[in-house]
T-cell receptor, first 116, second 114 residues
Framework: AQSVTQLGSHVSVSEGALVLLRCNYSSSVPPYLFWYVQYPNQGLQLLLKYTSAATLVKGINGFEAEFKKSETSFHLTKPSAHMSDAAEYFCAVTDRGSSNTGKLIFGQGTTLQVKP | KAGVTQTPRYLIKTRGQQVTLSCSPISGHRSVSWYQQTPGQGLQFLFEYFSETQRNKGNFPGRFSGRQFSNSRSEMNVSTLELGDSALYLC?????????????FGPGTRLTVL
């Protein structure tokens, strides 16, 4: 079954430092990949998604992610962290098969802490 | 455009009761998916509805059910509540039912079972 692994349940960076959140998927057929962010007491907001176009995907709030098939990875980066980036981040996948429509499979999440 | 709305935002129930949660999708969206979020299990897919039909279902017991109305609004019902059903229930809507479609999430309903 398809699965997603996010390495590191907690990541702490200083304001202005590089943010790197890791995500690896398991399937041999590349899935569609998504990064979502969740602020406290809110739902999830899409940051970016990969659907077989360019492997480097740019999202909102300065985030980007690169799809690497050889590494089965889709890591999220941001050159310079801001205090407002503190939140929980989820990597998710959907299968290409039509039988799995509407079903996002999520990683366990990574809490990003930004220190002043 | 208004976003996805969920009502109520908070619910407290006791074991054995049943509960109904409501989700209004973004106008024009035809697909609604439901997820359960808990600290232990994370985000887990419950089911997806498209054009009033359940198209996909997660690995949850039959106590969890849902439906979708002709205006795409959706409800989910949990019968015979258990303590372990305490969770944040999120619904998400998308324009269609393709795997590439972006799902837009509501703020969730926080269910506490005592």
């Amino acid at each position: 079954a398809q699965s997603v692994t996010q390495l590191g349940s907690h990541v702490s960076v200083s304001e202005g430092a590089l943010v790197l959140l890791r995500c690896n998927y398991s399937s041999s057929v590349p899935p569609y990949l998504f990064w979502y962010v969740q602020y406290p007491n809110q739902g999830l907001q899409l940051l970016l998604k990969y659907t077989s176009a360019a492997t480097l995907v740019k999202g909102i709030n300065g985030f980007e992610a690169e799809f690497k098939k050889s590494e089965t990875s889709f890591h999220l980066t941001k050159p310079s962290a801001h205090m407002s980036d503190a939140a929980e981040y989820f990597c998710a996948v959907t299968d290409r098969g039509s039988s799995n429509t509407g079903k996002l499979i999520f990683g366990q999440g990574t809490t990003l802490q930004v220190k002043p | 455009k208004a976003g996805v709305t969920q009502t109520p935002r908070y619910l407290i129930k006791t074991r054995g009761q049943q509960v109904t949660l409501s989700c209004s999708p973004i106008s024009g969206h035809r697909s609604v998916s439901w997820y359960q979020q808990t600290p232990g299990q994370g985000l887990q897919f419950l089911f997806e509805y498209f054009s009033e039909t359940q198209r996909n279902k997660g690995n949850f017991p039959g106590r969890f059910s849902g439906r979708q109305f002709s205006n795409s609004r959706s409800e989910m019902n949990v019968s015979t509540l258990e303590l372990g059903d305490s969770a944040l229930y999120l619904c998400a809507s998308s324009l269609d039912s393709f795997s590439t479609d972006t799902q837009y999430f509501g703020p969730g309903t926080r269910l506490t079972v005592l």
